[in-house]
């Protein structure tokens, strides 16, 4: 009698501890579904961004709750005309760029422009603003502007914005904006700090649009032209789109072995993706990739 009601006993538990099992491994898995996904589309000839930013990713994935994936220019960083796995855009919700003069064929392209249409948010990296370089009459050469569109920033080198710099052998003394000394992006980043990377001139018509908010600026030290000007370095805003974005003109390897340029990058991606900006730092990162550097650098 005992083992029967044994027996019953365990027909009764046995499919209860089955059904608990089932939902812990679903609610595991549906968790890690709805991680948001961040897609990092690399491709800069000089900056190694193809090296800095899967650091960046797999600390996103580590310690703050996301799903990455990096895309790079194939075969190297050089190919302008190749990034596999563009495809993997529809399924972001946020899309980081570092992008140097791509000539991207249309149909990768294509996955590019409905990103944008769907408003969804947006980091970029300093040679950005110069994503792309069709030559004159070429069908997709508008994407030269991309930067405009994407991050208000200046539609291309050089041109009617005179976008440039003040010379490789210069660098940039980096400090807050006062106003936005609170800002979340700017938590635990120190109010002045040194990157090497030679300041951008974006001014005076970009940041273009009216919800530009700008958190540092850059002083060239020693630079190269005698008429240097301090620049936004940082900014975030609201592109042609409708999307929120955050843009730095900072981006060379030697800049993410400062931490407060790490705090940055993180809060900044943090702030894009709606995520909030924590407290506490996870700690600094070991980032120590080398200046590839490339002829007539821009």
């Known amino acids: 009698m005992k083992k029967i009601k044994k027996i019953k006993w365990l027909l009764f538990v046995l499919p209860c501890l089955l059904v608990i099992c089932y939902g812990c491994l679903s609610t595991n898995a549906g968790s890690k579904a ?5 897609v990092f589309v690399t491709g800069d000839h000089e900056y190694s961004g193809e090296a800095t930013l899967p650091i960046i990713a797999a600390e996103l994935e580590k310690n703050y709750g996301f799903r990455t994936k990096v895309l790079k220019a194939s075969p190297d960083q050089n190919a302008e005309e190749n990034i596999p ?3 993997a855009l529809k399924e972001a919700d946020l899309a980081v760029f570092f992008l140097r003069w791509r000539r991207l064929p249309a149909e990768q392209i294509k996955y590019i422009e409905d990103y944008l249409k769907s408003a969804k948010p947006l980091v970029g990296f300093r040679t950005t603003t110069h994503a792309f ?16 569109w994407a991050f ?5 080198w050089g041109g ?3 976008h440039t710099h003040y010379g490789h052998t210069s660098s940039t003394d980096v400090t807050i904006i006062p106003e936005q000394a609170k800002n979340p992006i700017l938590t635990g980043v120190t109010d002045s700090f040194h990157v090497r990377s030679w300041l ?3 001014l005076p018509d970009y940041p273009s649009g009216k919800n530009n908010v700008l958190l540092l600026k850059g002083h060239s030290i020693d630079p190269e032209s005698a008429d240097a000007i301090d620049n936004p370095v940082a900014w975030t805003g609201t592109n042609s789109y409708g999307a929120r974005f955050f843009m730095t003109t900072m981006g060379h390897p030697e800049d993410f072995r400062v931490e407060s340029f790490q705090h940055l ?7 894009a993706a709606g995520k909030p900006v924590p407290a506490t730092w996870s700690g600094k990162m070991n980032i120590d990739v080398p200046y590839r550097g490339i002829v007539n650098t821009k």
Request: aromatic share 12%; net charge positive.
């Open 152 to 156: 208000n920033a200046p539609p291309g």
């Open 133 to 148: 370089n069709y030559p004159k009459g070429h069908p997709l050469e508008k994407w030269n502007a991309f930067a405009e």
């Open 85 to 87: 796995g563009l495809e």
């Open 200 to 202: 951008y001139k974006v």
């Open 265 to 271: 990058v993180i809060n900044g991606i943090l702030w």
């Open 34 to 38: 709805k991680k948001p996904l961040i």
């Open 160 to 162: 009617k914005a005179n």
